[in-house]
């Protein structure tokens, strides 16, 4: 496990930058695990940055993303596809063909999570896939649990989640309840895992993920265990390490 | 996971003797992470009949054994040291400056624990761990318990342990209470790992550890998650499965 | 350069298999490539035995072979594809599928080699490739000359060549002036390279090749720069090193 | 084999630094090989900057430089060492016990040499090697002749090397006549091949090189059998390909 204490969100984002460049540069056809929420965005500004100097170049690169909403459609502005398309992959040249996200459509569980577990498995695994943490330890929809879940499956969202989409939707049944997330095999079998974290509710639970038992309560803590695992944050997610 | 169904004892060991003599002849400078018990005795005599036919060559191997009792020199009949000699070491050609167990009679845990974390790491990781599992589920002896252990500790033995190991004491004073064992780390960072199970008391558990919930209640349930463990077991190991 | 003195032919042929059988038994799906002539039917035989044995298994596995003559069919006696599976393919569990050598058929040098480029490279490139070696220190027929070749080519066969297979066909219009071959690039991008050698008639080219400098004139000289390259040579043949 | 199109030398020099960084920032502790010479004088230029912006750490890199002057010491101002420091090491943050050269003070070539390629070994190869290119095709101290040079050797430098170093020195007699030089096993060898080249006279050589056939009268031809070797030149050096 390596530690990076960046000066302020800024800087975060921009070491964070600086490795997906690097991997993006070494490997061109290479594969990432993208993720969504407010956290990355600023990574991923920095990388549209760099792509328009020239720096960097997406046409081989393949993505795929931690999770998606089941029930929600690509043209929903509330699916994790849209969110991705805005913050980073309208602005480069990936090329769509190798985009790739759970299909939130599929009202099939088995059948949506099979098939994404066969995309990743076809692309050859994932060489760097980027990571935000929840305040309960929970990465991509991996919430605290009995047991460490292994490959995409369709997780339950927690109460608190719930609640918090409602205002994004005008009908209440459309507030999506499940999502189709990868599982913990899927992540720890990336060949680099990069965290980044900010801010001062972050605080408690990378003290207690990274220094403390590895158990599935604490999802993100079995990332003590990867080989190559690089946490980067802010000074207030990290002031109690 | 690879499952591989053995019909024999003879048959498991045969085949479990060729992955480790394919590991040794790809790569004769190859690091084995070995393991002691009555489960691998056979796959041991069959790499010796193939060293004495010329098949072998052990000069440039190096080994990690998984755990040692505390408390017990390399002379002590009941070391692992003794054990693996005895059963492998003194009737090939391996090097003795190139074996390495954890040093029992170091009485200072924390340091005997790091220093062979230094001798895995310095051998730049395990290519090849050969593992048995313990009817609770136990690899090497991590225990079941609230959570996975990382690198080398000392274990406390369990009361059954403790019992079964006094009738090769003379004093009961001398009879190990603790060991010094590699954790579920470092075994889970070995670049491929092999399991050997044999007898209907192993059924059970390889059902429960293999095709049940990842948790740290079952040490060797992790396993799941590494990329290249193969599992090889005689028709009563593999009876539920 | 790795050197394995044989003390025979029957010993060479049982050492290169062992290597053989590693690459399978380490990586299922591994890739060989594979090698007409008299030198390595010994090491197909053991092989062929140990399959027998249930030692090992080929279903996973993929062949690449050097060379095919131009113009000859599968069904050709004189065919490479028919030596291979006489001599190999048709004593094991091997995919037919997944069996490859140069169409010998396709009148189109240009498509015909690189069509056989693209079956190599979609497969991944070559884990371990066998070669025997001429007495001028070609290998494949890659023959001495002024420049290294880099892919699968069209070559012209020597007089000499032309001469020797002419007993084996009964009219003089049917003896094959041409051969599709690998190039030395595509050997030397595989990432473990095996050569097996007997005999008095090969002792001048292996000291020459081996302990000589690397030129175009010597082919096999190019070997000495392979990051993994294995000789295993009968007394004979390694007479002068 | 890749090649990228600069639009000027400060773009070879930035798209040259970008994969240089990424090297560092993949593998921190990653060994660069390093080349002297005007051409990467603007990367290296371009390095420092980022290093200052806090991009770059260097701390746990490693450097070993293609070539050094026979008998010029580490002070001399015209050694590749004083070169080196000048032009990048001492404007970051490298660990002087991580800057390898050969040592142009051992006047037993046989040594100095065998010294530099046990220190290449023990580094465990090269990550990234950056290259130039002369006009005839001689790539480090490998001049054009009738055999590829393997490992690390003393080299006779050509007449027009001679003269043309003549004005950097006092006295006629200090000028070298030989140098130190990693072979073209030892480039071949390296994982990653980088090659920058700018101006008109660059033109034809990268053409013959990259272009015609692999011959030891051209060095650098051997490059194309290289499996990850990247090319970036100006519009004038990749003018006639």
Redesign the interface.
Known sequence: MKIIRAASYQ?MS?KAA??L??????KPNCVLGLATGSTPIGTYKQLIEWYEK??LDFAEVSTVNLDEYRGLSKDDEQSYWHFMHVNLFDHINIDPARVHLPDGTNPDPAAACADYDAVIHDLGGIDLQLLGIGSDGHIAFNEPG?????GTHCANLTEDTIEANKRFFARKEDVPRQAYTMG??TI??AR?ILMVANGPKKAAIIKQAFFG????EVPA?IL??H?DFTLIGDAEALALI
Chains 1, 2, 3, 4 share one sequence.
């Open positions: 800087d921009r600086n490795i460049s690097a991997q993006v540069i070494m020239g720096d009995a047991a460490f879940e292994l913990i095999k720890m079998q680099k038992p590895v158990m599935p803590s003590q265990m080989p």
